[in-house]
C-alpha cells in the first residue's frame, strides 16, 4: 500500500505505517475500543488490543459498521484501511487550508508531493468542499475583487494570476469579468503610468518613454488601447513637449 518517494509528509508516513500493521494483525483479531478523539472532535479511534488505527473521519466512523468485538476479516480491514487513507489526506489538504485559501487543483498536486494517492486526495477535497471549505468559484471572485480595488493589476493579468492558482479558465474568466465590470481601466492604467513616468530620468527620449511605458502597462494586464491611451495622456502629446 506504501506509495513511492521520500518526500511524503509525517501524516502520510503515520497512515502507511498503520496500514502496513493493519495487514499484520492475527486472523482473529477483533476490535476491542472505539474511542472518540476528544470532546470538540467527532472523529474517533480504533483499538485492536495494544494497536491504534486512526483517528478516522466521523461520517467513516457511522459507515464502517465497526463495533468492540467484531473480528477484522479482510473486507472490514480494506474498509479500515481505506479510511485511514482518505483521512490523512483530508487531514493534511486542511493544514494546507490553514495557510490560506486554495484551489482543488492546488490541493490535488500539493497532497500528490505529500505522498497521497489520487484517490484520496479527491475523496478527502469532495469532503472539504461538501461543508463549504473548498470552493473555486469563491476564492476566484475574492482574489479578482482584490485586484480590481488595487488598481495596480488589469484584466489580462488578473486572469493569468488566478489560473497559476490552479483556478479553471472559464471560472477565472467569469471571475475577472464581474470583478472588473465597473472598473475605469483607462483612468486606472492613465494614473499608472503617470506615477511609472515620473520614475523616467530626464535624458529619456519621448519614443523610449512611450515603449518602456507602454511594456509596463501590458504586463500589468491592460489591453492595447488602454496601453496606448494611458501612455498619451501620461506624456502628452508630441506637440505638448
Excluded at 483499538?47 to 468492540?68: C, E, I, N, Q
Excluded at 469532503?127 to 469563491?138: F, I, K, M, P, T
Excluded at 503610468?193 to 530626464?202: E, N, Q, T, V
Aim: aromatic share 2%; with cysteine; glycine share 8%.
Amino acid at each position: 500500500m506504501a506509495t513511492s518517494g521520500n518526500k511524503q509528509s509525517a501524516t502520510r508516513r503515520r497512515c502507511e505505517e498503520q496500514l502496513a500493521r493493519l495487514e499484520e494483525l492475527p486472523a482473529d483479531a477483533a476490535v476491542t475500543a472505539l474511542r472518540p478523539v476528544g470532546e470538540d472532535d467527532p472523529r474517533v479511534v480504533v483499538r485492536v488490543g495494544k494497536w491504534r488505527f486512526g483517528p478516522l473521519h466521523a461520517a467513516d466512523r457511522d459507515t464502517l459498521g465497526l463495533t468492540v468485538g467484531d473480528r477484522l476479516d479482510a473486507p472490514a480491514r480494506a474498509r479500515l484501511g481505506a479510511a485511514l487513507s482518505r483521512e490523512a489526506a483530508r487531514t493534511d489538504a486542511l493544514a494546507l487550508l490553514r495557510t490560506r485559501s486554495r484551489s482543488r487543483r492546488d490541493l490535488l498536486h500539493r497532497l500528490a508531493l505529500k505522498g497521497h494517492p489520487l484517490d484520496d486526495a479527491t475523496a478527502a477535497l469532495d469532503r472539504l468542499a461538501r461543508v463549504g471549505l473548498l470552493d473555486d468559484g469563491s476564492l476566484a471572485r475574492d482574489r479578482a475583487g482584490v485586484m480590481a480595488d488595487s488598481g495596480r493589476t488589469g484584466p489580462r493579468a488578473a486572469e493569468v494570476k488566478l489560473r497559476s492558482l490552479g483556478i479553471a479558465g472559464p471560472v477565472a474568466a467569469e471571475a475577472v469579468r464581474d470583478a472588473y465590470a465597473g472598473a475605469d481601466l483607462l483612468e486606472q492604467a492613465t494614473e499608472l503610468a503617470h506615477k511609472r513616468a515620473r520614475s523616467f530620468g530626464a535624458s529619456l527620449d519621448r519614443e523610449a518613454r512611450q515603449r518602456r511605458l507602454y511594456g509596463y502597462l501590458a504586463r500589468r494586464g491592460y489591453d492595447h488601447d488602454i496601453c496606448r491611451r494611458a501612455t498619451e495622456a501620461a506624456l502628452g502629446r508630441p506637440n505638448d513637449d
